[in-house]
């Protein structure tokens, strides 16, 4: 029986570039930018790294396929480097394998690299992907707003909220973020919005409207890993370990059968069971401190609460409402730094992103934005859409 790597890898330094509309610099400077804290909190020489992963998503429009990218950008002679891709998980992806490479004893010390520069397309969405084989059966004319709109819909139907109400909780959820954005340094936006200017804004698929939506950006971001030993002799003494970092990635049976009713994201609920079972986590509500979750869109922040086990199913509406969510709301506060909403989503960066923020808060260095004494922190990723996807849950604490 698997035993998990709880406790069996520290993260010993993070960093993270400014984010934003980097016209300033390429992938490589922006790679550079993340690594150089990332080296500096650590402690050591490029020459200590063992091996490396590096995400990124959307290699034919940013920095290239293969891993030789971020070996030339860091410099990294002669150790093996790989480049992962799984869609908007791809940061926790890079991190799950240096952290799995420490703890089977591959590699003393690893580093985990995620990266993307979508700002330069011009283009304010997406750009076209590679669409594999099966892509024209199963999403001919998708798009992720409408794709999410959809799991509104299920989500309001199952429980019996009204349309007004559910537009107002997601709002909110949209306006928590803004506030909380204004004090992260790195974000990509940097000003807050009022309920009023998110109830009214023009509509992108009904009842998204443009503040529920998250935009694309520039940015990359960093860990390095190694065991609780190396750490504790390289002088560490405010340890961060990985409790547990789980994946479920759809199999089809939510858009081939009729076992799934929309409401809900499967992949994101069993990512979430199994992570807490490798930590150690049996009351999420009460033992998580803070949470970084995967807000492409409101209503996919507001449906996770309910996925992650924190609010109870139907609940998510009231407690974001009662403002339980809040950085001071006395609950779990969620996307303290603001989120993709604030930071926008340069895909391969947005998972190392969200646990730099926990990084931070778990060792009292997050500035205007900490939190009190918290000890455990969880991130969330979230790809595709809700009826086919790949979800990714880590927990990261105090050891």
């Not at 390095?224 to 504790?232: D, F, L, N």
């Not at 709301?329 to 969620?334: A, E, F, L, R, T």
């Not at 926990?358 to 979230?382: F, I, W």
């Not at 809700?386 to 050891?399: D, E, T």
């Given at each position: 029986?698997?035993?998990?790597?709880?406790?069996?890898?520290?993260?010993?330094?993070?960093?993270?570039?400014?984010?934003?509309?980097?016209?300033?610099?390429?992938?490589?400077?922006?790679?550079?930018?993340?690594?150089?804290?990332?080296?500096?909190?650590?402690?050591i020489?490029?020459?200590?790294?063992?091996?490396?992963?590096?995400?990124?998503?959307?290699?034919?429009?940013?920095?290239?396929?293969?891993?030789?990218?971020?070996?030339?950008?860091?410099?990294?002679?002669?150790?093996?480097?790989?480049?992962?891709?799984?869609?908007?998980?791809?940061?926790?992806e890079?991190?799950?394998?240096?952290?799995?490479?420490?703890?089977?004893?591959?590699?003393?010390?690893?580093?985990?690299?995620?990266?993307?520069?979508?700002?330069?397309?011009?283009?304010?969405?997406?750009?076209?992907?590679?669409?594999?084989?099966?892509?024209?059966?199963?999403?001919?004319?998708?798009?992720?707003?409408?794709?999410?709109?959809?799991?509104?819909?299920?989500?309001?139907?199952r429980?019996?909220?009204?349309?007004?109400?559910?537009?107002?909780?997601?709002?909110?959820?949209?306006?928590?973020?803004?506030?909380?954005?204004?004090?992260?340094?790195?974000?990509?936006?940097?000003?807050?919005?009022?309920?009023?200017?998110?109830?009214?804004?023009?509509?992108?698929?009904?009842?998204?409207?443009?503040?529920?939506?998250?935009?694309?950006?520039?940015?990359?971001?960093?860990a390095?890993?190694?065991?609780?030993?190396?750490?504790?002799a390289?002088?560490?003494k405010?340890?961060?370990?990985?409790?547990?970092?789980q994946?479920?990635?759809?199999?089809?049976?939510?858009?081939?059968?009729?076992?799934?009713?929309?409401?809900?994201?499967?992949?994101?609920?069993?990512?979430?069971?199994?992570?807490?079972?490798?930590?150690?986590v049996?009351?999420?509500?009460?033992?998580?401190?803070?949470?970084?979750?995967?807000?492409?869109?409101?209503?996919?922040?507001?449906?996770?609460?309910?996925?992650?086990?924190?609010?109870?199913?139907?609940?998510?509406?009231?407690?974001?409402?009662?403002?339980?969510?809040?950085?001071d709301?006395?609950?779990?506060?969620?996307q303290v730094?603001?989120?993709l909403?604030?930071?926008?989503?340069?895909?391969g960066?947005?998972?190392?992103?969200?646990?730099?923020?926990?990084?931070?808060?778990?060792?009292?260095?997050?500035?205007?934005?900490?939190?009190?004494?918290?000890?455990?922190?969880?991130?969330?990723?979230?790809?595709?859409v809700?009826?086919?996807?790949?979800?990714?849950?880590?927990?990261?604490?105090?050891?």
């Open positions: 029986m698997a035993t998990g790597i709880k406790d069996k890898v520290a993260i010993i330094g993070m960093g993270c570039s400014r984010f934003g509309e980097r016209f300033d610099a390429g992938t490589h400077d922006l790679m550079a930018e993340a690594f150089n804290e990332a080296l500096q909190d650590a402690g020489e490029r020459k200590q790294i063992d091996a490396a992963w590096f995400g990124s998503c959307l290699d034919q429009i940013n920095i290239g396929n293969s891993a030789i990218p971020a070996s030339l950008a860091l410099r990294l002679d002669g150790i093996p480097v790989s480049r992962v891709e799984n869609m908007c998980a791809t940061g926790t890079a991190l799950r394998g240096a952290a799995y490479a420490v703890a089977s004893g591959a590699a003393d010390i690893a580093l985990a690299i995620g990266a993307e520069k979508l700002k330069d397309t011009g283009y304010g969405g997406l750009p076209p992907t590679y669409k594999g084989t099966f892509n024209d059966l199963w999403m001919p004319l998708g798009s992720a707003p409408a794709g999410f709109a959809q799991l509104a819909d299920g989500y309001r139907t429980y019996g909220i009204s349309r007004e109400e559910l537009k107002r909780a997601i709002a909110r959820v949209s306006w928590k973020s803004h506030q909380n954005g204004v004090l992260s340094p790195k974000a990509h936006l940097r000003k807050s919005v009022t309920m009023e200017q998110i109830l009214g804004a023009p509509m992108i698929a009904d009842p998204l409207g443009l503040f529920d939506c998250c935009g694309v950006s520039d940015g990359a971001a960093c390095i890993v190694t065991t609780p030993e190396i750490a504790r390289l002088g560490r405010d340890m961060v370990t990985i409790k547990a970092i994946l479920s990635v759809s199999s089809g049976i939510e858009s081939t059968t009729n076992t799934w009713d929309g409401s809900h994201v499967r992949n994101t609920r069993n990512a979430a069971s199994r992570a807490y079972a490798e930590a150690g049996t009351k999420p509500r009460e033992q998580i401190s803070l949470m970084e979750v995967h807000d492409c869109f409101s209503i996919t922040e507001l449906v996770t609460m309910e996925d992650l086990f924190i609010s109870e199913p139907g609940r998510a509406v009231h407690d974001v409402l009662d403002g339980f969510y809040d950085r709301g006395g609950g779990v506060p969620c730094d603001g989120g909403k604030c930071f926008g989503h340069p895909i960066a947005s998972g190392l992103r969200m646990a730099y923020e926990v990084y931070n808060q778990l060792q009292g260095r997050a500035g205007e934005r900490q939190l009190k004494s918290p000890s455990l922190g969880l991130t969330h990723n979230l790809g595709g809700p009826y086919q996807g790949v979800a990714a849950v880590s927990v990261l604490g105090l050891h």
